[in-house]
T-cell receptor, first 112, second 114 residues
Framework: DSGVTQTPKHLITATGQRVTLRCSPR?????VYWYQQSLDQGLQFLIQ???????AKGNILERFSAQQFPDLHSELNLSSLELGDSALYFC???????????FGPGTRLTVT | DQQVKQNSPSLSVQEGRISILNCDYT??????FLWYKKYPAEGPTFLIS?????DKNEDGRFTVFLNKSAKHLSLHIVPSQPGDSAVYFC?????????????FGTGTRLKVLA
């Protein structure tokens, strides 16, 4: 158990809908990262927050947004969902913005 | 453009033998490398890392080798155990970028046969 929690574990929704994925980092970790893993792909970095502020951005679509709240939990919002958005979404956390990351169990999103 | 490549999608090894997983990278700015292991229905877990100032790092049965001139790293598992069966991802970071923005490979599925 990494100490990073993600909810929900599974999510099934229809095209065009909007969903919110939630992540609680390990106690004491200030950085949160979001990754997407599509079928047979590696983990693609989406976005990083550090202590409430956006720190780095990767291949995140404009339809996607994220935020980190004062209690340090983070939410990833995915809107106007398409079939291709079906993937595993992982959250990771680390103590600082340049330290090793610990991953949550992921949220499996299925868009039908 | 895949900056970190794991060209072998799968590998099967007999229990007790050595498993060698390979990873190649293209970006010379990468200076810190990690290996993660992933079981089904779980998130990746950190296994071992190596800085570009070293060419080898060992932790128990796991050793990572880095060849900077060839832009190649490998993970050796000796002896391999059935519990090592998992997907292994290598990741690379340009730490001078000021953020630990991991670039992951596509993974190698290791199967250790009893």
């Amino acid at each position: 158990d990494s100490g990073v929690t993600q909810t929900p574990k599974h999510l099934i929704t229809a095209t065009g809908q909007r969903v919110t994925l939630r992540c609680s980092p390990r106690s004491g970790d200030l950085s949160v990262y979001w990754y997407q893993q599509s079928l047979d792909q590696g983990l693609q970095f989406l976005i990083q927050y550090y202590n409430g502020e956006e720190r780095a951005k990767g291949n995140i679509l404009e339809r996607f947004s994220a935020q980190q709240f004062p209690d340090l939990h983070s939410e990833l919002n995915l809107s106007s969902l398409e079939l291709g958005d079906s993937a595993l979404y992982f959250c990771a956390s680390s103590v600082g913005f340049n330290s090793e990351q610990y991953f949550g169990p992921g949220t499996r999103l299925t868009v039908t | 453009d895949q900056q970190v490549k794991q060209n072998s999608p799968s590998l099967s090894v007999q229990e007790g033998r050595i498993s060698i997983l390979n990873c190649d990278y293209t970006n010379s700015m990468f200076d810190y490398f990690l290996w993660y292991k992933k079981y089904p229905a779980e998130g990746p877990t950190f296994l071992i890392s190596i800085s570009s100032i070293k060419d080898k790092n060992e932790d128990g049965r796991f050793t990572v080798f880095l060849n900077k001139s060839a832009k190649h790293l490998s993970l050796h598992i000796v002896p391999s155990q059935p519990g090592d069966s998992a997907v292994y991802f290598c990741a690379a970071i340009p730490t001078t970028s000021g953020t630990y923005k991991y670039i992951f490979g596509t993974g190698t599925r290791l199967k250790v046969l009893a």
